[in-house]
């Protein structure tokens, strides 16, 4: 069971360039997030999806946009990179239905726009 | 829209000292809280959570936390704070199982440093 699983660990872009942040879950979870964490100001939600086929947007949608692949993939993509957008990605899952629904990390994707 | 304060930024304790790390939250429903841990470059680990019932929670690694309704607070203690307790801790607020379409509402977190 390896839980959340995100690619890539690190990367950096220049000004500009796109890349697609990749997340996985096996637990099953119907719910998946896309958070980023900046330092002080702890972890503010990107977007969210309920389930496959459906998302919606979180408290810091500008600049991105995301797709739910099917029920264990959920990806985030940047289409023109701002260094405003330099941070830690984390993604996560959970189970609303029928339990306290705490959401499990993924180990995060750091990422350096130059 | 629910809220959270973590009061401090920084916390420091001896090695063997109590451990106590604030959170108040606002929430116009009752609410599912949490904290998490964050180790130098991992993800975040889930160490106790509040839902419904007993007021004081158990969680990992001897912390503990009690809901406290009147005071609208959740803080974290441990009795006895060791070194490896030296990480990030995030408290958070959910109105619904799982968060919903808000997510999770986090602190801005509080960085424990055990000095030995």
């Known amino acids: 069971n390896a839980g959340v699983t995100q690619t890539p660990k690190f990367q950096v872009l220049k000004t500009g360039q796109s890349m697609t942040l990749q997340c996985a879950q096996d637990m099953n979870h119907n719910s998946m997030y896309w958070y980023r964490q900046d330092p002080g100001m702890g972890l503010r939600l990107i977007y969210y999806s309920a389930s496959e086929g459906t998302t919606d947007k979180g408290e810091v949608p500008n600049g991105y946009n995301v797709s739910r692949l099917n029920k264990r993939e959920f990806s985030l993509r940047l289409e023109s990179a701002a260094p405003s957008q330099t941070s830690v990605y984390f993604c996560?899952?959970?189970?609303?239905?029928?339990?306290?629904?705490?959401?499990?990390f993924g180990p995060g994707t750091r990422l350096t726009v130059t | 829209a629910q809220s959270v304060t973590q009061l401090g930024s920084h916390v420091s304790v001896s090695e063997g000292a109590l451990v106590l790390l604030r959170c108040n939250y606002s929430?116009?429903?009752?609410?599912?809280l949490f904290w998490y841990v964050q180790y130098p470059n991992q993800g975040l680990q889930l160490l106790l959570k509040y839902t419904t019932g007993a007021t004081l929670v158990k969680g990992i690694n001897g912390f503990e936390a009690e809901f406290k309704k009147s005071e609208t607070s959740f803080h974290l203690t441990k009795p006895s704070a060791h070194m490896s307790d030296a990480a990030e801790y995030f408290c958070a607020v959910s109105v619904g199982p799982g968060g919903g379409a808000d997510g999770l509402t986090f602190g801005k977190g509080t960085h424990l440093i055990i000095q030995p």
């Open positions: 929430s116009s429903v009752p609410p599912y």
């Open positions: 996560a899952s959970s189970e609303v239905r029928g339990t306290s629904g705490e959401q499990y």
